[in-house]
């Protein structure tokens, strides 16, 4: 249990064009998904905390009008690049926590992560 | 907001020894303690966790301690296998719904055989 996919897990993309990257939980539901953006040799960073229902929360630097993120249901959230450039190229990894009616459960599950190659 | 130290950043060991891995957290209000493990290109795995009501916990070779007085937090492996080297990350994070973990700077295991 505790599944969480991305799509794709690998894209090359022309710079000036938009990417779109899917985060699901496909075993249990999650209310909250966070995005996080990782260079080689280095931890995580996290860039977003995706709310369903909601607006996303960006970390100080993160320009949301660049990366914009949809949580549209459950079990799916979306982070698209937008005029996508070579620096924008990295490792995307989200991660879900699952929920319960009644409590909120500490453990987050990551996805396999979206390595995006801007050229 | 919180502050995660992770310690030491390489570790090289022979197949069969330990391994100990340490973190600090700086936000006495942290009250959950996971550890990842991520092979090269590839997302953190859940290894082990531990919450602030429990000093340690096992899972087979695997298990953590956390001192809350000191606020540090450990990974210890015993047994290590070849298998076992990746880049391991420690975590906290604080009691609020909704909120994100701060990982450390993660620690390169390489097990030799």
């Known amino acids: 249990g505790a599944v969480v996919s991305q799509h794709p897990s690998r894209v090359i993309c022309k710079s000036g064009t938009s990417v779109k990257i899917e985060c699901r939980s496909l075993d249990f539901q999650a209310t909250t998904m966070f995005w996080y953006r990782q260079f080689p040799k280095q931890s995580l960073m996290l860039m977003a905390t995706?709310?369903?229902?909601?607006?996303?929360?960006?970390e100080q630097g993160v320009e949301k009008d660049k990366f914009l993120i949809n949580h549209a249901s459950l079990t799916l959230s979306t982070l698209t690049v937008t005029s996508a450039h070579p620096e924008d190229s990295s490792f995307y990894i989200c991660?879900?926590?699952?929920?319960?009616?009644?409590?909120?459960?500490?453990?987050?599950?990551f996805g396999p992560g979206t390595r995006l190659t801007v050229t | 907001g919180e502050n995660v130290e992770q310690h030491p950043s390489t570790l090289s060991v022979q197949e069969g020894d330990s391994a100990v891995i340490k973190c600090t957290y700086s936000d006495s209000a942290s009250n959950y303690f996971p550890w990842y493990k991520q092979e090269l290109g590839k997302g953190p795995q859940l290894i082990i966790d531990i919450r602030s009501n429990v000093g340690e916990k096992k899972d087979q070779r695997i298990a953590v301690t956390l001192n809350k007085t000191a606020k540090h937090f450990s990974l210890h492996i015993t047994e290590t296998q070849p298998e076992d080297s990746a880049v391991y990350f420690c975590?906290?994070?604080?009691?609020?719904?909704?909120?994100?973990?701060?990982f450390g700077k993660g620690t390169t295991l390489s097990v030799s055989s």
């Open positions: 991660s879900a926590s699952p929920t319960t009616a009644d409590r909120f459960h500490y453990e987050q599950y």
């Open positions: 975590a906290a994070l604080s009691n609020q719904a909704g909120t994100a973990l701060i």
């Open positions: 995706s709310n369903e229902g909601s607006k996303a929360t960006y």
